[in-house]
């Protein structure tokens, strides 16, 4: 199973950054840069699964 995951992150400031990730069995096999929004780093995860796995990620799951 593919899964995405985005994280949040709150920087010092009070300012959001969203990080993605993706996992494969429980290993991290990719890891993007931070985006504004949450809906950019999916689009950013999704594109990463389909250059790279050549599918869509099973899930996605935000933390």
Known sequence: ???????QWTHPDGSLRYLWSVWRSG???????????????????????QKNLAQPPDRVTRL
């Open 27 to 49: 290993k991290r096999i990719g890891l993007g840069d931070s985006t504004p929004t949450s809906e950019a780093a999916e689009t950013a995860g999704r594109l990463w699964c």
């Open 1 to 7: 199973m593919i899964e995405l995951m985005i994280d």
